[in-house]
């Protein structure tokens, strides 16, 4: 009589794959990889100085996220997205200055009570839009809601007459260098060529010592990881695949009975807010704000980060921020009369070799060989398991 044995059950997936796959669900690998390298590498390799400096490009790729929606999904080139970087800043300064404005502080002044800039330029009283920035909440609500505000307007007013493309880029940069040609001008109420500067506390908490610094840093990185966050929600939702649609065949979107003007209103305000956020924090790292961050030069260089990093990658255009300023902070310092050739060569030679930028070296490089690594390691822990089996 012959004995009937069952085949033996499958094995259960080993905890490898579990992982494996859990990481690659819509990209949430490299995700967990930037929230490491910046919540618990960054800050064990590097001093307080250098933590600072990293800081203070992570408010820059605030920009470069919003860059990629706009951008990258949404088909919208904007080259003045320093102007919401520096409308946030200032909106955050000068919640600040007033704060370090006091009348014991400035009681020196002619006019004690109102910012050194202005008492500089003989105002005897605080202007009227001043005022509402004595208090935190409406200079948070300010930083949201003012750059916001004015990217629906410029949207809507080129995006409902169909401008777009080159057109609407060069616009973005005539409006920057409009902003920042304002505000030099306007010296006694922003500060001038010299900015908000002289910034210490926020509500109370002195913002300058080295331990104010790094608690400034992992607020700044935990709201840029939750930045990407939301973006990433935004990209996997039916509103990212219009986004996406818009951008490659605009015309058969609209002719599908979508309002794709709006759409582009939105990808640009939310481009906008992002950037705003950015420059706060800037402010709060660094100390102060100046119309050198709001005309064309840093506007252009914003999207660079992007373009580095890969236009429709979030997490590349965080590690082209970095990677950017990395190199001109190192090349600036080592090679003071090269480094802005330096700096060119590296914009030009990793656009040419890596057309998608970071992000792209990493889907055709790196991601392959981890998978193929954690395979490999999966089918040899099921193999000794089978065979440690009775």
């Not at 499958?10 to 929230?35: E, H, I, M, N, Q």
């Not at 970087?85 to 200032?90: I, P, S």
């Not at 840029?224 to 951008?247: D, E, H, N, P």
């Not at 956020?277 to 709001?294: D, E, K, N, R």
């Amino acid at each position: 009589m012959n004995r009937v044995t069952d085949s033996p059950p499958a094995p259960a997936p080993s905890r490898l794959a579990a992982l494996r796959d859990w990481l690659a669900y819509r990209g949430f690998g490299s995700f967990v990889l930037l929230a490491l390298v910046l919540l618990v590498v960054m800050p064990l390799m590097l001093d307080v100085f250098r933590l600072n400096l990293v800081g203070k490009y992570l408010t820059y790729a605030f920009v470069a996220i919003g860059l990629v929606m706009a951008w990258g999904y949404a088909g919208v080139l904007s080259l003045g997205q320093g102007v919401f970087f520096g409308l946030g800043g200032y909106c955050m300064a000068m919640f600040l200055k007033l704060e370090a404005s006091d009348p014991v502080s400035t009681k020196i002044q002619s006019t004690p009570g109102i910012p050194d800039f202005m008492d500089w330029n003989q105002l005897k009283a605080l202007p009227w839009f001043w005022k509402p920035f004595e208090h935190l909440p409406f200079a948070i609500a300010a930083v949201l809601i003012i750059p916001t505000a004015l990217a629906f307007v410029i949207g809507f007013a080129m995006f409902k007459r169909r401008v777009g493309g080159v057109y609407f880029a060069i616009i973005t940069q005539a409006i920057a260098l409009i902003l920042s040609v304002l505000i030099i001008g306007q010296q006694g109420y922003t500060g001038g060529v010299n900015g908000i500067t002289d910034l210490k506390t926020m509500l109370g908490w002195d913002i300058r010592p080295d331990s104010a610094k790094i608690v400034l840093y992992f607020v700044n990185a935990v709201l840029l990881l939750l930045a990407i966050l939301f973006c990433r929600l935004v990209q996997t939702s039916k509103l990212g695949t219009l986004l996406l649609a818009m951008r490659d065949k605009e015309d058969r979107v609209r002719f599908s009975g979508y309002d794709v003007a709006m759409f582009k209103v939105f990808a640009f305000c939310l481009a906008a807010l992002l950037s705003a956020i950015g420059g706060a924090m800037f402010t709060l790292q660094v100390g102060f704000m100046s119309p050198s961050f709001v005309g064309i030069v840093p506007s252009v260089e914003m999207v660079i980060y992007a373009a580095v990093g890969g236009r429709m990658s979030l997490v590349g255009a965080v590690y082209g921020t970095l990677l950017v300023n990395f190199g001109r902070t190192y090349f600036s310092e080592s090679f003071p009369n090269l480094w802005l050739l330096l700096m060119a060569a590296l914009y030009i030679g990793v656009v040419m070799a890596f057309p998608d930028g970071l992000a792209g070296l990493y889907e055709t490089h790196v991601k392959p060989r981890v998978a193929s690594v954690l395979r490999r390691v999966s089918r040899n822990s099921r193999s000794r398991s089978t065979l440690g089996s009775p």
